[in-house]
């Protein structure tokens, strides 16, 4: 029933086994922002379990306001980069590939906090996602730097061996108040229209190609929901989405990772097909569906600590046969239980567990 999700990919120089991805997740488990020997062990245990990619916990760039929380990681101190190349090599060593998630959290930080508690917070337009003009808008050239920023890590992540880089645009982040007209009221190249305001995420794109050479994908995580808003959408007809979508396209962009809150919810009526079904019909990528896989509860409860039950994997399965995806990014159930993969694989789902919301509190 489920061998469509155990067949090979392959992008540029990359070659999974599977069509499993690990979610990102943010853990919070890396003191001064240095993942150690637990963090190690988190990511290994799944590597050996069949997970096809590990898409690490979002790691903040070296932009000063990348990050609001000092247990995040980071993705450039020379110590910081030293603890990756050991996570790395383990998970190699256990048989699987990595890819690290690029990130900034932009004006979501509040100022005060993180790695560098004087840093200005960067955003689009010095605005709070309430309209508030709460500093100046950044300059051409500092937006600059933030591009360049972004590359910075690529090109870590290229000269440490990981398999691929994965860019944060999703989620109300700075990319993402990029792409926001509530956010981004930018009269320059940055702002504008639909399509002018991802020329951010395009610069970001072409810079980290030249960072990473040609051989490891890119990939770049978008949604439509803001976590300052669950309701907003960019683009509210396929047409728009397709504008929008085109401009990463031409950047050059090798995945798109089409966040949703439940992966079985259509995306414009009229069509069953989801975020990732409407993004691989409009763009021809590959593409990365993700959103409450294997349970019958979005995430937003389990920040409450509010569990989930398992569910039937015969949805996803039927839009994997139909070839409305490429990939499947799972997160609660492969946060709580590292084998979940190699149980699916082994026919094992009678040994699927309900997720505990308590499992965030923990590195299984």
Not at 68 to 94: G, M, Q, Y
Not at 215 to 222: A, D, K
Not at 234 to 254: M, R, S
Request: glycine letters at 10%.
């Amino acid at each position: 029933m489920t061998s469509s999700l155990f067949t090979p990919f392959k992008c540029r120089g990359l070659t999974l086994p599977n069509r499993f991805v690990m979610a990102p997740m943010t853990r919070s488990f890396s003191p001064n922002g240095i993942p150690g020997n637990k963090v190690g062990d988190y990511y290994e245990r799944r590597a050996a379990a069949d997970v096809g990619l590990i898409l690490t916990e979002g790691t903040t760039i070296d932009r000063p306001g990348a990050s609001n929380d000092t247990s995040v990681p980071v993705f450039h101190s020379e110590e910081a980069l030293s603890a990756w190349k050991r996570i790395c090599d383990r998970v190699h060593k256990a048989g699987g590939r990595i890819a690290p998630q690029l990130w900034h959290i932009g004006m979501v930080r509040k100022p005060g906090t993180g790695h560098n508690p004087e840093a200005v917070s960067d955003g689009p337009s010095g605005l709070t996602h309430t309209g508030k003009q709460v500093q100046p808008a950044p300059s051409e050239s500092e937006v600059a730097d933030m591009v360049a920023s972004y590359a910075r890590s690529a090109a870590h992540a290229a000269k440490l061996g990981f398999d691929a880089i994965e860019i944060h645009g999703a989620h109300g982040y700075l990319i993402d108040q990029f792409f926001w007209d509530v956010m981004n009221k930018r009269e320059d190249k940055y702002g504008g229209g639909m399509v002018e305001r991802a020329t951010f995420a395009a610069e970001v794109i072409k810079e980290c190609r030249k960072a990473v050479g040609n051989e490891m994908p890119i990939m770049l995580r978008y949604s439509q929901w803001k976590q300052q808003d669950y309701t907003a959408r960019l683009a509210d007809t396929p047409q728009k989405l397709e504008a929008f979508l085109k401009v990463f396209v031409d950047a050059g962009v090798d995945v798109l990772h089409c966040s949703q809150r439940r992966f079985w919810e259509p995306e414009f009526e009229g069509s069953d097909l989801n975020l990732a079904g409407w993004t691989k019909k409009l763009t021809g990528l590959p593409t990365i569906t993700v959103g409450s896989v294997g349970l019958n509860g979005d995430f937003f409860s389990a920040f409450a600590g509010v569990g989930s039950e398992a569910a039937p994997l015969d949805e996803l399965v039927k839009r994997m046969d139909a070839g409305e995806f490429d990939l499947v990014a799972v997160g609660r159930a492969l946060l709580q239980d590292p084998e979940w993969v190699k149980k699916i694989k082994e026919g094992r789902q009678d040994e699927l567990k309900d997720y505990d919301g308590e499992a965030l509190k923990t590195l299984y």
